[in-house]
């Protein structure tokens, strides 16, 4: 705990009087001119922007975030309400195409300070070794130009920072959490009992949810408003991990600022800011280096739309690599119903999740393979999910006046890394006048036998528990990819260290650098990779 403390402090910057925001350190925070060189300006203060931020500060650099939503204050902002919530999503349009177009929305991504953190479930497995490299052992997907082994102590530093909390975990790189399992409520229980009757592993977490005091932030109260954004701030965000620390240590967050272009000297080929809109005025923040981390759809929408007379194409998209490769995970929820209540409502969705069926299987007719979790949704999603299996009126009243007998598990299915799978401009206009992003998503047939695949083993584990009826919807969950990680600049957009093949001083630190995605939810990960380059970072300006 000491040691954490030592290189990341803010759950001890934040008030113990019961609140939740330090707002004088918001108010003393450091403010740059836009004339201002900074070392770096960073675009979005996500999972990976704000790890970047954070670590940046801390070595001395002058750095800023810049973020299109708000400073979140979640005394002031936040209700424990599913109705009441929608500001946290990210609605601005966008355009979905393919065989299998992709639902957008509160599903997929956030906007403000923390990202898409703030209503993430908070699962945080960490991938497996191999998902590094599945061309060359399962001959799908690609290989990652870096290693697990590479990013294993990165894994390690930011499960202590959120902290996670779970039992010793048995797969892929076995390892243990800086915090005990939490109890499990109802759902969790069913899994337990429906895993062991049909000889399946499950185990409880890994979940970035306090356990326990962790600083100044409380131990979690379990009232399961997790995918709401945590009002108590036992569940890890961001806004709560890495930002505090960043302030303390010099760095600028600056909300309702909408990046519109990064700027690259025609001569040069160099990044020298970033165009923005804050206020209603067009504004420049000059910058020695720029890191674009606005998640998979608009970090490739902000490179396409920063296109100059050096990059017509878009900017790095000289081998149209830019907004390719574009993943979700197939995510199929079912339920069953249980005469005794289960109450799934009483406890963080995330609790039990297993990764037994995470690597080829040979007897399979697939490659890759899922993991399975409770999801526990709240009344508003629960009446989404029996209205898609065409219940209405009446019916659809009986099943929500049966709420609480029903137990909710959900899979994470490895969808493959496909070309055509990918973000581009629409013709369409969003308010600040930039051109839409345009999601083209089709699955192939080894996506779909997973998602049929996942969906025999939850029922198997639900009948196992002993449910009367099941009945499963079809979903799509996460985002990963668009501006991959590759060998080289045919292949991707970023090397290894998240640089930008194209432009020398252009970093990109978010989701969208993913080149697989493995069965397990991405957050940890791409704070992970944010780590590492930030380090690369620090060394190379030491040197
Ligand atoms: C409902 C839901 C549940 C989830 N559950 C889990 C889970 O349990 N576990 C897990 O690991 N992952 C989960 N995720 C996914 C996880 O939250 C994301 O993968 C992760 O936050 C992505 O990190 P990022 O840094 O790429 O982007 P984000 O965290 O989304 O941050 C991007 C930031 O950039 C800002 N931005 C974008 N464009 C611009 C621009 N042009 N100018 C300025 N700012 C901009 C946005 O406002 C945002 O704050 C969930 C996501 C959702 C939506
Ligand atoms: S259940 Fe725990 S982690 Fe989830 S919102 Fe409540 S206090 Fe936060």
Redesign the pocket.
């Known amino acids: 705990m000491a040691d954490v403390r030592s290189r990341n402090e803010s759950a001890w910057l934040l008030p113990n009087d019961g609140t939740r925001t330090n707002h004088r350190l918001r108010q003393d925070m450091r403010r740059f001119a836009d004339e201002d060189e900074l070392d770096l300006v960073i675009v979005g203060c996500g999972a990976g922007g704000s790890v970047l931020l954070q670590r940046l500060a801390r070595a001395g650099w002058r750095v800023a975030g810049l973020d299109a939503g708000p400073f979140w204050d979640p005394d002031a902002d936040w209700v424990s309400d599913e109705a009441g919530s929608h500001h946290l999503y990210w609605t601005d349009p966008r355009v979905i195409a393919g065989a299998d177009p992709v639902p957008m929305g509160s599903n997929n991504s956030g906007r403000g300070v923390g990202g898409s953190m703030i209503h993430y479930a908070?699962y945080t497995p960490r991938f497996h070794p191999s998902d590094f490299i599945t061309r060359s052992l399962d001959g799908v997907g690609a290989d990652w130009p870096l290693d697990y082994q590479e990013l294993r102590p990165y894994y390690t530093e930011i499960e202590q920072e959120l902290p996670v909390a779970g039992e010793r975990w048995p797969w892929g790189d076995p390892h243990g959490y800086p915090h005990r399992p939490h109890p499990v409520g109802g759902n969790g229980e069913i899994f337990l009992r429906g895993a062991r009757k049909m000889g399946i592993t499950a185990k409880v977490g890994p979940v970035a949810?306090a356990n326990g005091r962790f600083g100044n932030r409380p131990h979690?109260?379990?009232?399961?408003?997790?995918l709401q954004g945590?009002k108590?701030n036992?569940?890890a965000s961001p806004l709560i991990t890495h930002i505090p620390d960043a302030l303390a240590h010099g760095a600028e967050v600056r909300a309702d600022a909408m990046v519109t272009r990064v700027a690259v000297d025609e001569r040069t080929g160099r990044a020298t800011g970033v165009h923005y809109v804050s206020g209603g005025r067009e504004r420049f923040q000059r910058a020695a280096m720029v890191a674009v981390a606005g998640y998979s759809i608009e970090t490739p929408r902000l490179l396409l739309n920063s296109a100059s007379h050096r990059f017509p194409d878009g900017l790095c998209n000289d081998f149209d690599q830019v907004g390719r490769y574009l993943m979700v995970q197939g995510a199929p929820q079912t339920a069953g119903r249980f005469d005794a209540e289960v109450r799934m409502y009483k406890a963080?969705p995330p609790e039990v999740s297993s990764e037994e069926f995470y690597e080829t299987d040979p007897a399979k007719d697939y490659k890759r393979g899922f993991a399975i979790q409770t999801v526990s949704p709240l009344p508003i999603t629960w009446a989404e999910h029996v209205a898609a299996q065409g219940h209405w009126g009446r019916s659809l009243r009986e099943y929500m006046s049966d709420y609480v007998h029903w137990s909710c598990l959900g899979a994470l299915c490895e969808f493959l890394a496909q070309p055509e799978n990918r973000v581009t401009l629409a013709d369409e206009k969003d308010r600040f006048g930039l051109p839409v992003a345009r999601f083209a998503y089709s699955q192939c047939e080894n996506d779909r036998a997973l998602m049929r695949a996942a969906q025999g083993v939850m029922e198997d584990i639900l009948h196992g528990a002993g449910a009367d009826e099941v009945i499963t919807i079809q979903r799509y969950a996460h985002l990963v990819g668009g501006a991959r990680m590759a060998a080289g600049e045919r292949q991707g957009v970023v090397d290894a260290s998240c640089r930008t093949f194209a432009v020398p001083n252009l970093y990109i630190t978010d989701g969208s650098v993913l080149p697989t995605q493995g069965s397990a939810n991405p957050a940890l990960t791409i704070m992970a990779v944010a780590a590492r380059t930030a380090d690369q970072l620090i060394a190379g300006a030491r040197r």
């Open positions: 908070g949810i979690c109260i379990y009232r399961g408003f997790c945590c108590v036992a569940k963080p």
